[in-house]
């Protein structure tokens, strides 16, 4: 008499589970993958904008506000930790809600104005909506942090939809950006004596800083305003050098 396999429903219904999981897996990485490839291209699309800006001064003013510019992702653990810090459940539509900081730009200048005119040329572009505004540059941060941050939404034009997505940008002086760099660098540091005291010392220097970048800016702003005496032959050599400017 042939045995019968009386297990052959079970273990198909464990298969279907299995693959069911594996199916729903699979879903939320695909879900992922497009969720941070948005955020990829708001960043494009913001690099672009500050680089084109970049080039329209260097050929109407002939020189380059942004010193450099510097993207970033955050990372998949940086943002399930944030939103448990929230309290929050790590949906895609709660992270689109509650996290505007996805997408990261940061921009480099040369002097604190450039600051200020390179946020106001970006945010009145038509595209380009203004969400939230923090200037810790008027107001530092009890530390001495000093920077200017936006939180900004971008449409982006995909194959066949439109997505507004948001990016957190932050401009800043190369002096700013140095202190900030070693300042996150120190306050990582454990179990440091005197910690009061180095903090102190770091508030020291960040007004330092800022000191120097008032001055540098004051500086440029006479020698802006000096001007030179200039045959027509030297004027006219003046404006043939605009023409030969590098467009990158």
Same mark, same amino acid.
């Given at each position: 008499?042939?045995?019968?396999?009386?297990?052959?429903?079970v273990e198909s219904k464990a298969q279907?589970?299995i693959m069911g999981q594996a199916m729903? &897996?699979?879903?939320?990485? &695909?879900?992922?993958?497009?969720?941070?490839?948005?955020?990829?291209?708001?960043?494009?699309?913001?690099?672009?904008?500050?680089?084109?800006?970049?080039?329209?001064?260097?050929?109407? =003013?002939?020189?380059?506000?942004?010193?450099?510019?510097?993207?970033? &992702?955050?990372?998949?653990?940086?943002?399930?930790?944030?939103?448990?810090?929230?309290?929050?459940?790590?949906?895609?539509?709660?992270?689109?809600?509650?996290?505007?900081?996805? $997408?990261?730009?940061?921009?480099?200048?040369? =002097?604190?104005?450039?600051?200020?005119?390179?946020?106001?040329?970006?945010?009145?572009?038509?595209?380009?909506?203004?969400?939230?505004?923090?200037? =810790?540059?008027?107001?530092?941060?009890?530390?001495?942090?000093?920077?200017?941050? &936006?939180?900004?939404?971008?449409?982006?034009?995909? $194959?066949?939809?439109?997505?507004?997505?948001? $990016?957190?940008?932050?401009?800043?002086?190369?002096?700013?950006?140095?202190?900030?760099?070693?300042?996150?660098?120190?306050?990582?540091?454990?179990?440091?004596?005197?910690?009061?005291?180095?903090? $102190?010392?770091?508030?020291?220097?960040?007004?330092?800083?800022?000191?120097?970048?008032?001055?540098?800016?004051?500086?440029?702003?006479?020698?802006?305003?000096?001007?030179?005496?200039?045959?027509?032959?030297?004027?006219?050599?003046?404006?043939?050098?605009?023409?030969?400017?590098?467009?990158?």
């Open positions: 008499m042939e045995k019968k396999n009386i297990l052959w429903p279907e589970l729903e &897996l699979l879903d939320d990485v &695909l879900d992922y993958k497009a969720l941070m490839m948005s955020y990829a291209c708001a960043i494009k699309e913001i690099n672009t904008k500050f680089e084109v800006l970049d080039t329209e001064f260097e050929v109407r =003013y002939r020189r380059n506000p942004i010193s450099s510019i510097h993207t970033r &992702l955050k990372s998949q653990t940086s943002i399930l930790e944030k939103m448990a810090r929230l309290g929050v459940a790590p949906t895609r539509e709660n992270v689109e809600t509650y996290l505007n900081d996805i $997408a990261g730009i940061r921009v480099i200048c040369s =002097y604190i104005d450039d600051i200020y005119r390179l946020a106001d040329a970006l945010t009145r572009q038509a595209d380009i909506k203004l969400i939230e505004k923090k200037d =810790y540059i008027s107001n530092p941060k009890p530390n001495g942090y000093r920077s200017l941050h &936006l939180i900004v939404s971008v449409p982006i034009f995909f $194959a066949e939809s439109v997505k507004e997505v948001k $990016a957190e940008v932050q401009i800043r002086t190369i002096a700013m950006d140095f202190w900030a760099s070693l300042e996150h660098q120190i306050k990582y540091k454990k179990h440091v004596e005197h910690a009061e005291d180095v903090i $102190a010392r770091l508030k020291e220097c960040a007004d330092e800083i800022a000191h120097v970048d008032e001055t540098m800016q004051q500086l440029r702003i006479e020698m802006d305003s000096i001007k030179e005496e200039t045959t027509g032959a030297e004027a006219l050599y003046e404006k043939l050098k605009k023409i030969d400017i590098s467009l990158r």
